[in-house]
């Protein structure tokens, strides 16, 4: 019999801000006494929902179980910062150009929007939730500017279209004097993210998916040809099993020492009346990426995405114990808050209303852990920083393999290498945040 005790269970930092500014959710369903399915997801983010969507459309009347420690939206899938990217973003590069076969990774992302959008025709997802407008690398400086220009010419090696802005267009998109160019890239989805997610699981209602939130799977074990899910209300038992939770994979001893624990920081504007709109200038609607990948994300929402506000995002700490603190917390909104300043001078001082951490697990080489496991237990997890596309992807990969369907998304991640093993403790933690503390100040204004 196999056994996984889970040591640990999803811990947030924080409102999900993009939940907060969206209406109330119905009440949860928890996981309340035995339950049986064919197959069962733990783990309702991009990758969990997708796998679930994709079992839908490849064994329809399956009995499909969807179980989640939190609520859906509540967990990192509503404190990403939305953005659903086609092109290479390697977030270890100088200029996110990848160092693999782009052109493939290229064609998986697209696939993982395709996915996404037919979702939200099919589901009836508002589409201000999933708005292809593309996005911005912002840079401030000549250093960052010469990393958009090098950039702009691997995109062109690959055939793929860019447009370089110069100052006076960013401040008529952002508003914001601060930057000195940006490139502007045609593909990235930019999401709301957590209604894009709530209006999926609204959808796998409505197909029959029972999702079970506020039910935390403390154990997984193996028992004849099924599976017992467990969980502090009651045992599911599912003739198979796909984990999408990402860094909580190590929770459940599956490749541990080989993942790293990264925490992001947000935080978000209250509502802009119309005063302040007028004040800030730009374009209801963009989002920057930095030029420099340590730099600084900032998105501006309009009303159908939640209200007119602006999300400021930036500052990353290594935490193993996937916990992060709330002195990381209070230091990231200390330097979101000069850096917001230092962008819109015309808005200087302003409060914000949330701020939050978001968990990320990356590898040391960049892969995805999206395999089985063994017989029957499959994973969706390690989406490397790149949760929407990544984890869609992954999840859709997931379910075929459970099912036994080959394709370019099962191909591509069953070929990756394992996650390389990390150096052991206390190095680990302190060699990695060194790094990050240089690299944030490197980055400088960008």
């Known amino acids: 019999m196999s056994d996984y005790r889970a040591t640990?269970?999803?811990s947030h930092l924080g409102p999900a801000a993009w939940n907060a500014i969206l209406p109330a959710q119905a009440a949860a369903h928890p996981?309340?006494?035995?339950?049986s399915a064919d197959i069962a997801v733990i783990g309702a983010g991009f990758a969990g929902l997708s796998a679930a969507r994709r079992l839908t459309q490849l064994v329809?009347?399956?009995?499909?179980?969807?179980?989640?420690?939190?609520?859906?939206?509540?967990?990192?899938?509503g404190r990403n910062s939305?953005?659903?990217?086609?092109?290479p973003h390697e977030l270890t590069s100088e200029d996110y150009a990848g160092t693999g076969d782009d052109r493939t990774m290229i064609a998986l992302n697209r696939m993982a929007q395709e996915f996404g959008r037919a979702a939200v025709e099919e589901y009836g997802i508002d589409p201000a939730f999933f708005d292809p407008s593309g996005k911005v690398n912002g840079a401030a400086s000549a250093a960052a500017h010469a990393h958009n220009e090098s950039y702009a010419r691997h995109l062109a090696s690959l055939g793929e279209r860019s447009e370089m802005l110069d100052a006076q267009a960013m401040r008529e998109l952002t508003g914001s004097p601060h930057y000195r160019s940006g490139l502007y890239t045609p593909g990235t989805v930019m999401l709301q993210p957590a209604g894009y997610v709530r209006g999926l699981a609204t959808g796998l209602r409505r197909e029959g998916v029972a999702i079970h939130e506020q039910s935390p799977v403390t154990g997984l074990a193996r028992q004849g040809d099924t599976w017992r899910v467990e969980t502090p209300k009651g045992p599911l038992s599912?003739?198979?099993?796909?984990?999408?939770v990402n860094g909580h994979l190590e929770s459940f001893g599956i490749a541990r020492g080989r993942l790293m624990q990264v925490f992001l920081f947000?935080?978000?504007?209250?509502?802009?009346?119309?005063?302040?709109?007028?004040?800030?200038?730009?374009?209801?609607?963009?989002?920057?990426?930095?030029?420099?990948?340590?730099?600084?994300?900032m998105r501006r929402i309009d009303s159908a995405q939640g209200g007119n506000r602006i999300v400021t995002r930036t500052c990353a700490v290594l935490?193993?114990?996937m916990r992060a603190t709330e002195a990381d917390m209070a230091r990231a909104a200390r330097v979101m808050q000069r850096k917001f300043d230092q962008r819109f001078p015309q808005l200087a001082g302003m409060r914000m209303e949330h701020a939050w951490a978001g968990h990320l697990c990356l590898?040391?080489?960049?892969?995805?852990v999206m395999r089985e496991i063994e017989p029957g237990l499959y994973s969706a997890c390690v989406q490397n920083g790149l949760g929407t596309a990544r984890g869609t992807l992954t999840g859709m990969g997931a379910a075929e393999l459970a099912c036994g369907t080959t394709s370019a998304i099962t191909r591509h991640f069953t070929a990756e290498d394992p996650p390389k093993r990390l150096p052991p403790q206390p190095f680990r933690e302190i060699g990695a945040n060194a790094v990050l503390r240089w690299k944030e100040w490197r980055a400088g204004d960008e």
């Open 8 to 10: 640990t269970t999803p």
């Open 31 to 35: 996981l309340d006494g035995d339950a």
């Open 60 to 77: 329809p009347g399956a009995r499909i179980a969807l179980l989640d420690a939190g609520r859906v939206a509540e967990g990192a899938a």
């Open 82 to 87: 939305g953005f659903m990217i086609d092109l």
């Open 238 to 244: 599912a003739g198979k099993v796909i984990l999408t």
């Open 266 to 297: 947000a935080t978000m504007t209250p509502e802009l009346d119309a005063d302040t709109l007028g004040r800030l200038g730009g374009r209801p609607r963009w989002g920057v990426t930095p030029s420099d990948p340590m730099g600084t994300t």
């Open 319 to 321: 935490r193993p114990r």
């Open 363 to 368: 590898s040391l080489n960049g892969v995805s």
